[in-house]
């Protein structure tokens, strides 16, 4: 079993459409991210969330709205898509408390590509 | 050879020789560091990591040190092997146990047969 999923793997819209990402974990982590990785390979941080509630929330535009309807699921709803929002997005998930410290497990990513 | 993680920049190497892959943080705060591998079409992977009281750890045929006086971390791999070839971040955890990763820019790994 994949230990975290996302779904699609690949997305292809158009200008001003909204679209979703979703992503599970069965790992039983407490925590789940999602990252941004441009076309140089530089991976940002732009929501992490803690048992259902946001801890971090990055500068990231209000068209990106989380939503995590358990704490395995935590899903991305982008609304009005814009050109400069192609990119890979990657869910992530972590085991809080000082065993677990910030190592995060990668989906294998959603390549969004609008046009 | 070795690179430092500025602007993806490639480091190439024969199959069989050692690497040495080089990245800079920047928050003397840091309490926590993690290299990742991530192969074309995939996401990060762990590969190992090591908290700011130690200045080195080891792995599997990879070494990871950590210098805090100039805030500098190397990924050694011994023995690089053609599925070595993948892009490498050095990560730094910002404080806390929310796991606030902040990724370095990567260093492209080839590794010639």
């Known amino acids: 079993d994949t230990a975290v999923s996302q779904t699609p793997k690949y997305l292809v819209t158009q200008m001003g459409n909204d679209k979703s990402i979703k992503c599970e974990q069965n790992?039983?982590?407490?925590?789940m991210y999602w990252y941004k990785q441009d076309s140089k390979k530089f991976l940002k941080i732009m929501f992490s969330y803690n048992n259902k509630e946001l801890i971090i929330n990055e500068t990231v535009p209000n068209r990106f709205s989380p939503k995590s309807p358990d704490k395995a699921h935590l899903n991305l709803h982008i609304n009005s898509l814009e050109l400069g929002d192609s990119a890979v997005y990657f869910c992530?998930?972590?085991?809080?408390?000082?065993?677990?410290?910030?190592?995060?497990?990668f989906g294998s990513g959603t390549q969004l590509s609008v046009l | 050879g070795e690179s430092v993680g500025l602007h993806l920049p490639t480091l190439s190497v024969q199959e069989g020789d050692n690497s040495i892959i080089n990245c800079a943080y920047s928050?003397?705060?840091?309490?926590?560091f993690i290299w990742y591998k991530q192969e074309s079409g995939k996401g990060p992977q762990f590969i190992i990591d090591?908290?700011?009281?130690?200045d080195k750890r080891q792995g599997q045929r990879v070494t990871v040190l950590l210098n805090k006086t100039v805030k500098h971390l190397s990924l050694q791999i011994a023995a690089t092997q053609p599925g070595d070839s993948a892009v490498y971040f050095c990560?730094?955890?910002?404080?806390?146990?929310?796991?606030?990763?902040?990724f370095g820019k990567g260093t492209k790994l080839s590794v010639k047969p």
């Open positions: 790992l039983g982590h407490d925590t």
């Open positions: 090591i908290r700011s009281n130690m």
């Open positions: 990560a730094e955890n910002r404080g806390g146990s929310q796991g606030n990763l902040i």
């Open positions: 928050n003397s705060a840091s309490d926590y």
């Open positions: 992530a998930s972590s085991q809080d408390g000082a065993t677990g410290g910030g190592k995060l497990f």
